[in-house]
């Protein structure tokens, strides 16, 4: 396949100072759902041919996972979160200007054991499989195959890991190309080995758990997360439990805070939180796991999650030294995906918090990207937008202040954003992230490759009619912030091209969004989720494998 151009054309709308629109039109039919579908297709160390010119410290490992099969035998998955993970790995080479592509199957249980019986295996979905499993399978699922992540891929210290939103965690070797081991909770998948702790109290299972999106603390190394820990019998306390995992042992988990909820509040489903230089802050909306609910077989999409609209949303702010619990602050309830960035703002010890908001009217994510309304043109363009919404929390009275972030995009709906790593628990002006339905005639499945400085109200947006961009990740020039701009860096991300029904990497400059260089894969990768950049990854022994001998 020929290479594509790298240049886009400048489209200047005048909406606003510093608003820029970099946008190609390509004509498209609704190919959206295709994103969407089984690519069974796997490949070992192919290199690409890249276009354009690497960054000189574009040198490291991309990790992408995702779902990459939707189908097994007879059964279809109904969620496009509830494929099978499928492992994208890119390794850049900015000497050579060279970029190595792999992607293989992640052989987790559930993959394994939904292979051997031709059929979805149990675990919990967020939609039932059509047609439906014919047994009675709630506590089937519960202590089933739960083991599929696909969320995101980290590092505890140099120990490599692929977690999604629960307590089991995916320990893997070799830049993330083979399991290593998985640990889960004491209440969950005999099979595998538990985590070598004591840390969940007696009567509660803790099951949900936002290892994607812990963060490390820069001081110890410490990896920090929280879980949410339900009761298995009325009556009985529930909570979140802040916890630490040193790179020394990886497989332990260390409580720095147990909050005790208050008598008739559940756990927050929690897929992230935010940090500061001295706090956790956790965001605790109204998303409860509904445990008779799953128990008796509902995917959380189909009401094993509630989210009931006359709860408040609890921000618990937490020392990260003492584990105490500092202060509580309600608001009116909403429904959120990530925080974009936590901060202590001045000599008032006031809280800035920035996060992806939904209202609680308005769809969960996990509602609106069932496949029956991402399938429907109308439904999905109908459906509500999302904002980033700031949370400025003031210690001395216990109130909030609530604005939007972007006050000249009231319903951006903008996700994923990602920001320069050194200012993560400081003061930022700058994060990049997808933005869904950026072009209005178009409708929701016109994503975008976006940034935002909250400051200056620069805006820029990069769009390409029929291209689908998944989260792009921020790759500093100056890892440790103390030279160079904010902005000063390049974006690295995945995009499906629906009209060429394959998909390439693409490398930005994260101040312009222009295209620096970009690399045909040669093979469709379907919603790939969260992107990880581990600098200076030293490469496989292997010798790289002709893409034709391949697919």
Known sequence: MAARGVGLKLAALGLLAGTRTWAEETPAGDRFMEWFADELREVDRVPLKVTGKLPSYLTGLMVQPGPGRFTMGEYKMNHALDGFSKINRLEFDAKKNSVIFSAQFLESGFYNESKESNAIAHSMLLCEPAPGRSQPHGLLNVLGANDNNYIKARKIGDTEFIASDTNVVTFMTGGFSKINDTVTPSLMMKSHNHWEDSMEPEGRMCMMAAFAHGHEDPDTGDFISVTSCVALMPGMPQSHIIFK?????????????????????????????????????????????????????????????????????????????????????????????????????????????????KTMESRSFFEYFKTVHLGNMIDRDLASKGTIMRYKLHPEDGTVETSYTLPNEPSCDIEVPRMHPARVGKPYCVFWGVQFGSNATLGFASFAVVKRNWCTGEQITSQKTGHFPAEHEFVPKYPDGKQGAEDEGTLVGIVFDSIQGESYVQVLDAQTLEKIAEAPLGIKVPFPVHASFFPSAAPSAANPTSLETLI
């Not at 408040?312 to 500092?326: E, I, M, P, R």
């Open 245 to 357: 995992i040193h790179p020394s042992n990886p497989r332990r988990r260390e409580k720095i805070a147990e909050l005790t909820l208050p008598s008739g509040r559940s756990p927050s489903y929690m897929h992230a939180f935010g940090v500061t230089e001295r706090y956790v802050v956790l965001v605790a909306t109204p998303l409860y796991m509904d445990l008779p609910a799953v128990m008796q077989g509902k995917g959380l999409a189909e009401g094993g999650l509630l989210m009931p609209v006359e709860d408040h949303t609890l921000f618990q702010v937490v020392d990260k030294t003492s584990g105490k619990l500092v202060k509580e602050y309600k608001v009116p309830g909403f429904l959120f995906g990530h925080v974009v960035n936590a901060f202590e703002d001045g000599p008032s010890g006031d809280i800035v918090i920035d996060v992806t908001f």
